[in-house]
């Protein structure tokens, strides 16, 4: 067995391991396969789009393999693709046992603190020579009798570093390392939504929510110049940017919809107390017509229960009454705002969403709690919302963010 001096510098991480168990793992055989393979290409789109170059990528149940050069950048990226539960940079090898301790040995010099304290885990797929538990063995031996002056002890409960072993068919990989991945589902395996974005902290996680489980999205602003300044749409912008970083590979498309003189009708003709209400089912109208444009699924708003007087779950009663065709999905209706914005935090929208912008100027004095429907329904009666749907959805425009 070849063993240098100095060979420490050898260690080569030169591959990703990617895990992709929890939830996909308890699919039925087709639709697993079908997630991998859109979690495969979704990973593809990640690399390229980083520029980082791969020699190989290879798909096998349960894992992705990749090899590339600058793997530690690698998986740093690919932590961040929806169904990915962990990754970690490694260093391939053959699956030929002398190998792996050689690497094992390698690697453990480079990770382990003097005095430290490790255990090997192995994980095998495969016809091999070998138990996972002889890898076990013999590599722990080797890491010991190898690295004696460095007084390292095996701790199997709790270690300070693992090195972990996984030999797959006639590859094997060595690490010390596993970072987490994002989970959920890979995007694009379910159908798209539109997500109504505001530019403020809620709707941004409530996109990235639905975007975990495994929607693109098509997010929807709505200008209300002059009730509001330039600064609002540029912050929204930039949060569809951000969100977009968590799906390459997708369309960067976000909706600008003129909704300010729609509101400045409310403002005029109904009654104050009922603005935001009106406003709101205006909004979730022609989002309406724009998932049937977008051929979504759905629409999607950051409201969570109590959180504003247009939130109030009567409140939401009535405005959920102004669509038929479409579900309103609030993915944050039981979040309290210290758990929306550690998420904000974690996703990377909350240092844009708290930027200075300016309010609406059209939210009254009291706006009203509890709306009665009735009433709602007569003051719009009294407006032709149809012609200002119609209108909205034809001056509508659609920007790209990003490349
Ligand atoms: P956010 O933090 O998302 O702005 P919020 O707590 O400020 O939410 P509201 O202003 O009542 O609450 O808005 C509730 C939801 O309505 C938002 O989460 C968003 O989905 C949608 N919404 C509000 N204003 C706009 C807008 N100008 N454009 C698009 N969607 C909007
Ligand atoms: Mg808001």
Same mark, same amino acid.
């Given at each position: 067995m070849r063993f240098a001096v100095g060979?420490?510098?050898?260690?080569?991480?030169d591959s990703v391991v990617l895990r992709f168990g929890g939830e996909i793992g308890i699919k039925s055989e087709w639709t697993r396969r079908t997630y991998e393979r859109l979690l495969l290409r979704n990973i593809k789109k990640v690399l390229e789009y980083y520029s980082i170059s791969i020699d190989r990528i290879v798909h096998k149940r349960g894992r992705i393999y990749v090899k590339a050069k600058h793997a530690h950048e690698a998986a740093a990226k690919l932590t961040?693709?929806? +169904?990915?539960s962990s990754v970690s940079p490694a260093v391939e090898t053959t699956s030929d046992m002398n190998e792996i301790v050689e690497r094992a040995c390698e690697l453990a010099d480079e990770t382990l603190k003097n005095g430290g304290s490790f255990a090997v885990r192995c994980h095998r797929v495969g016809e091999h020579p070998y138990s996972s538990m002889d890898v076990c063995k013999e590599a722990g031996t080797q890491i010991l009798t190898r690295l004696k002056k460095r007084g390292l002890k095996v701790d199997?409960?709790? /270690? @300070?570093v693992t090195v972990g072993v996984e030999v797959r068919d006639e590859h094997a990989y060595i690490f010390t390392e596993s970072l987490q991945g994002t989970g =959920?589902? /890979?995007? +694009?395996s379910q159908p798209r939504v539109v997500c109504l974005l505001? +530019? =403020?902290?809620?709707s941004a996680v409530a996109c990235w929510l639905v975007m975990k489980r495994g929607c693109s999205i098509s997010p929807v602003y709505f200008d209300i110049t002059p009730f509001t300044n330039r600064a609002a749409t540029a912050k929204a912008l930039d949060i569809a940017k951000r969100l977009f970083e968590w799906s390459i590979g997708f369309p960067r498309r976000v909706l600008l919809v003129p909704h300010g003189k729609n509101l400045e009708t409310f403002v005029k003709k109904s009654p104050r107390k009922l603005t935001c209400v009106l406003c709101k089912r205006m909004m979730y109208r022609i989002a309406e017509r724009l998932a049937e444009m977008e051929k979504a699924e759905g629409i999607v708003t950051g409201e969570s229960i109590g959180q504003h007087a247009s939130q109030t779950l009567h409140n939401l009663r009535v405005l959920n @009454?102004?669509?038929?065709?479409y579900p309103v999905h609030r993915?944050?209706? =039981?979040?309290n705002k210290l758990e929306i914005v550690e998420l904000a935090k974690k996703i990377g929208t909350f240092n844009i969403s708290t930027r200075t912008a300016e309010g609406c100027?059209?939210? /009254?004095r009291s706006p009203a709690t509890k709306a009665r429907l009735q009433l709602v329904m007569k003051a719009e009666q009294e407006l032709d919302i149809s012609e200002m749907i119609q209108e909205s959805v034809r001056e509508t425009k659609t920007v790209t963010v990003g490349t």
């Open positions: 060979w420490s510098k050898l260690v080569k991480v961040q693709v929806f +169904g990915v199997l409960r709790n /270690p @300070q =959920g589902f /890979p995007l +694009g505001s +530019g =403020g902290i809620d @009454q102004a669509v038929a065709k993915p944050l209706l =039981g979040f100027s059209a939210v /009254p």
